[in-house]
T-cell receptor, first 113, second 114 residues
Framework: AQSVSQHNHHVILSEAASLELGCNYS??????LFWYVQYPGQHLQLLLK??????LVKGIKGFEAEFIKSKFSFNLRKPSVQWSDTAEYFC???????????FGKGTKLSVKP | DTGVSQNPRHKITKRGQNVTFRCDPI?????LYWYRQTLGQGPEFLTY????????KSRLLSDRFSAERPKGSFSTLEIQRTEQGDSAMYLC????????????FGPGTRLTVL
């Protein structure tokens, strides 16, 4: 079945540690890729997105993601996390012009001060 | 606040009752999406509208579910004869158009069916 997989359910890091969250998808053809974040008590908001061009995408708050087509991956990275990055992170894919997002199950990130 | 709004924020109902949720998108956004999110899962697509036309419905949207977007502005999602399995967060998102455009999400309506 077509899906989006996020490898880690819960990641715990100390402040200043580097972060990489994995995301793989199983769709062929052209896809649009997104990372959304949900801070505690807040609604989903976009971190970054990729649809064409440079496969290394920079988003808000120092996050970046790299699209590797051969690996069907779109991993999220941040060189140095902060306590305020504690949140749940969702990878999502859309195809074509319909735009409906297919989400992974999410990864909870806890950053210890 | 000019973001997506949803009402009510919480709804508790008894099994078998009907419930209706409302979503007000960002003004001038043509597309409106409904998603459902259960505990430990990412949001799952239910349906979407381009203006007032409902263009796609997920197989998750059983015949007890109906959505409307009269006049292409706000949208309602109705669940008839609620079941305990309907308990979830119902999310609405809007965007100018599909594909690569960012979807802006509302805060959601949390439904609890007793």
């Amino acid at each position: 079945a077509q899906s989006v997989s996020q490898h880690n359910h819960h990641v715990i890091l100390s402040e200043a540690a580097s972060l990489e969250l994995g995301c793989n998808y199983s769709y062929g053809g052209t896809v649009n890729l997104f990372w959304y974040v949900q801070y505690p008590g807040q609604h989903l908001q976009l971190l970054l997105k990729y649809f064409s061009g440079d496969p290394l995408v920079k988003g808000i708050k120092g996050f970046e993601a790299e699209f590797i087509k051969s690996k069907f991956s779109f991993n999220l990275r941040k060189p140095s996390v902060q306590w305020s990055d504690t949140a749940e992170y969702f990878c999502a894919v859309s195809r074509g012009s319909q735009g409906n997002l297919i989400f992974g199950k999410g990864t909870k990130l806890s950053v210890k001060p | 606040d000019t973001g997506v709004s949803q009402n009510p924020r919480h709804k508790i109902t008894k099994r078998g009752q009907n419930v209706t949720f409302r979503c007000d998108p960002i003004s001038e956004h043509n597309r409106l999406y409904w998603y459902r999110q259960t505990l430990g899962q990412g949001p799952e697509f239910l349906t979407y509208f381009q203006n007032e036309a409902q263009l796609e419905k997920s197989r998750l949207l059983s015949d007890r579910f109906s959505a409307e977007r009269p006049k292409g502005s706000f949208s309602t999602l109705e669940i008839q004869r609620t079941e305990q399995g309907d308990s979830a967060m119902y999310l609405c998102a809007s965007t100018h158009s599909g594909g690569t455009d960012t979807q802006y999400f509302g805060p959601g309506t949390r439904l609890t069916v007793l």
